[in-house]
């Protein structure tokens, strides 16, 4: 949703505050900026509305000399239209006292109201916490003037921990006092906060790309945390004030991963990452098929797998389409599967069949609506498989069993990568629940292994047609209505392709099961209406080739993604033709030709493509 940053150490602060805001930037960025503690414990503030790049300008003309604490925001609007009264940090009535927050105050309308006297500046739900934390701070009888500011610490923290136990709802938040500038605070629920140990420095930021080039060594906080960090250690506590103990970890990523390798959108160098991420997301986890793997790598046994019902796909957005790929597979192995989109779960979660495993999908493991309805499930009994990209996030710690997809960061808000990461280990758990159920015998399980471990040997001849591709797509680019069809467990593709298209050439599209579009939507088909049809060789392929005719007949201008056999029955006006593969594993390939058309319509509108309007990458509110 939005992106924070803080530092405290002995370099320049707000050099190393914007750097983190621009890394985090793909989070949000209709407003952002930076407070920090200035000479003589004065606090320095600079906000703008619109991107990092606008707040640098701003920071250059007016610098602020030395290091000391900070903080900094990138901000995706939820309460408040973008403005720079409405832009992070937020400052008490003081101006002493500044606060970043990510996620939604539930209950900010009652707490404001019990703040009678308090000058408030903006339309946020944030603000109300910068002053429910100068209230505090009155409410403790300070005489500031008279003490140290190492003395206030204990006091600082103690109003902050107070105004913690008076917010409903899901919060990163930070906070800098200037008369302590020697420590700044932290505390999470329901959104993501990392820590970054540094040496004489220390860091916090609501990913780790923000300080990855400074240090790898963090401290993931739960739910229910808080962090006071000090430039020279950081402590950690509950809600309640008790000190707990955290061990760091060290993240495998370097800075350069988040860099765009000479591609010239993230978008693009990510969408020619995908076999490298297939690759390292099946790299020692198939043979032998059948569970022993699963076991030793997340507890899930051949017995345990053997015992489920069924299982229930969640998610949104693309990871809901991989969803819909995954009921496909399990289904053609005989195993009972459904999938949802996480936001209209609630009611069918009480409605399992006892013995469901919930299978939970979200990139970044901090998507709102899939926690909920992860929860949800839990609630009701289910065990939860998760199946995510982002180590230490909150799905994997509440989940019962988590699959990694080793992915690596995706930076562009149009998910690639982290969806072909998604299938590959969809693909990955339906071998080995059909070889553990029996529906996949030793011969077919190694043949399904050998065929899975090929794929990303196909993604780089499929990416190989890049400008063929470029080609096409320029030549649409001034429709802006565009259909996609597809059947069978390339129907979910179809929707991909036409939600990819809208997400960053903000153009309409619709995507459609092709035995659909006689019920209703053939209606909208003018002359010249482009139309990709996803009819590569299978079980289907006649259905499709007559679904072309039927749309060409109406005038639609078809682009066939075929092979080379099913090209010889559909009749398109052009083709982009794929390496042939087994028709269970086309969904892997059929997707990245599509990936690509919306590139490059995007790039033929000048549109912008790795920072779409009205889009974050990581959506971590209902």
Do not use: W
């Given at each position: 949703m939005c992106g924070i940053t803080g530092y405290i150490g002995e370099n320049k602060t707000t050099d190393i505050l914007i750097d983190g805001l621009r890394r985090l930037e793909y989070r949000g960025y209709d407003s952002c900026g930076i407070a920090a503690v200035g000479p003589k414990s004065s606090l320095y503030l600079k906000r703008v509305t619109g991107r990092v790049d606008a707040l640098d300008k701003l920071v250059a003309e007016e610098p602020l000399k030395g290091a000391g604490a900070g903080i900094g925001h990138t901000r995706w609007a939820t309460h408040g239209a973008p403005s720079e009264d409405n832009a992070h940090p937020h400052t008490d009535c003081s101006g002493r006292l500044v606060v970043v927050h990510n996620g939604i105050i539930e209950n900010y309308l009652e707490l404001k109201e019990k703040l009678p006297g308090h000058k408030f500046k903006s339309e946020t739900d944030?603000?109300?916490?910068?002053?429910?934390?100068?209230?505090?701070?009155?409410?403790?009888?300070?005489?500031?003037?008279?003490?140290?500011?190492?003395?206030?610490?204990?006091?600082?923290?103690?109003a902050f921990r107070r105004t913690l136990a008076e917010l409903k709802g899901s919060f990163a938040i930070s906070a800098v006092w200037a008369n302590c500038p020697g420590m700044l605070l932290a505390a999470r629920m329901h959104s993501p906060l990392v820590v970054g140990l540094g040496r004489n420095e220390n860091f916090i930021a609501s990913d780790v790309s923000a300080f990855l080039k400074y240090t790898k060594k963090v401290v993931f906080l739960n739910d229910g945390e808080m962090a006071a960090v000090r430039k020279d250690g950081v402590d950690y506590y509950n809600f309640h004030g008790r000190k707990t103990a955290k061990d760091p970890v060290t993240i495998q990523w370097d800075s350069t991963m988040a860099e765009k390798g000479g591609y010239r959108h993230f978008m693009l160098k990510e969408i020619?990452?995908?076999?490298?991420?297939?690759?390292?997301?099946?790299?020692?986890?198939?043979?032998?098929?059948?569970?022993?793997?699963?076991?030793?790598?997340?507890?899930?046994?051949?017995?345990?797998?053997?015992?489920?019902?069924?299982?229930?796909?969640?998610?949104?957005?693309?990871?809901?389409?991989?969803?819909?790929?995954?009921?496909?597979?399990?289904?053609?192995?005989?195993?009972?599967?459904?999938?949802?989109?996480?936001?209209?779960?609630?009611?069918?979660?009480?409605?399992?069949?006892?013995?469901?495993?919930?299978?939970?999908?979200?990139?970044?493991g901090e998507t709102a609506d899939t926690l909920f309805a992860m929860r949800e499930a839990k609630t009701a009994?289910?065990?939860?498989?998760?199946?995510?990209?982002?180590?230490?996030?909150?799905?994997?710690?509440?989940?019962?069993?988590?699959?990694?997809?080793?992915?690596?960061?995706?930076?562009?808000?149009?998910?690639?990568?982290?969806?072909l990461g998604q299938l590959a280990a969809i693909y990955l758990l339906a071998g080995h629940f059909a070889a553990a159920r029996g529906r996949l015998g030793t011969a077919d399980a190694r043949r399904y292994a050998e065929d899975l471990l090929r794929v990303p040997r196909l993604i780089e001849e499929t990416l190989a047609k890049e400008k063929e591709i470029a080609r096409v797509a320029e030549s649409f680019a001034a429709s802006e209505h565009f259909l996609f069809i597809s059947r069978h467990l390339n129907y979910p593709i179809a929707l991909e392709g036409a939600l990819k298209i809208k997400e960053i050439s903000y153009v309409h599209a619709e995507g459609y099961a092709a035995g659909e579009m006689k019920h209703g939507p053939i209606a909208i088909i003018y002359k010249g209406m482009p139309?990709?049809?996803?009819?590569?060789?299978?079980?289907?392929?006649?259905?499709?080739?007559?679904?072309?005719?039927?749309?060409?007949?109406?005038?639609?201008?078809?682009?066939?993604?075929?092979?080379?056999?099913?090209?010889?029955?559909?009749?398109?006006?052009?083709?982009?033709?794929?390496?042939?593969?087994?028709?269970?594993?086309?969904?892997?390939?059929?997707?990245?030709?599509?990936?690509?058309?919306?590139?490059?319509?995007?790039?033929?509108?000048?549109?912008?493509?790795?920072?779409?309007?009205?889009?974050?990458?990581?959506?971590?509110?209902?």
């Open positions: 944030t603000e109300v916490i910068a002053h429910l934390l100068e209230q505090h701070l009155k409410g403790l009888h300070v005489q500031e003037k008279a003490v140290r500011s190492d003395m206030l610490e204990p006091v600082f923290f103690e020619h990452e995908q076999a490298e991420a297939v690759e390292n997301t099946l790299r020692g986890r198939l043979l032998p098929l059948g569970g022993d793997i699963l076991k030793a790598e997340m507890g899930l046994s051949a017995e345990a797998i053997k015992g489920f019902t069924g299982l229930q796909f969640i998610a949104c957005g693309t990871a809901f389409h991989a969803c819909l790929v995954g009921r496909g597979l399990f289904e053609n192995f005989g195993v009972p599967a459904y999938a949802d989109v996480a936001s209209e779960f609630a009611d069918r979660a009480k409605l399992m069949p006892k013995g469901t495993l919930v299978v939970a999908i979200s990139q970044s009994g289910a065990k939860v498989l998760c199946i995510t990209n982002t180590v230490g996030s909150t799905l994997t710690r509440e989940s019962d069993y988590v699959l990694y997809t080793h992915c690596g960061p995706e930076i562009g808000v149009a998910s690639t990568k982290a969806f139309l990709l049809a996803v009819a590569t060789s299978g079980r289907t392929l006649e259905l499709m080739a007559g679904n072309v005719e039927e749309a060409k007949a109406r005038g639609a201008d078809v682009v066939a993604i075929v092979d080379a056999e099913s090209r010889k029955t559909v009749k398109a006006s052009r083709y982009i033709t794929l390496p042939s593969a087994p028709e269970l594993f086309t969904p892997m390939l059929t997707v990245l030709p599509l990936q690509l058309f919306a590139y490059y319509v995007a790039l033929a509108k000048k549109c912008d493509i790795d920072k779409p309007r009205n889009l974050a990458k990581s959506v971590t509110v209902r």
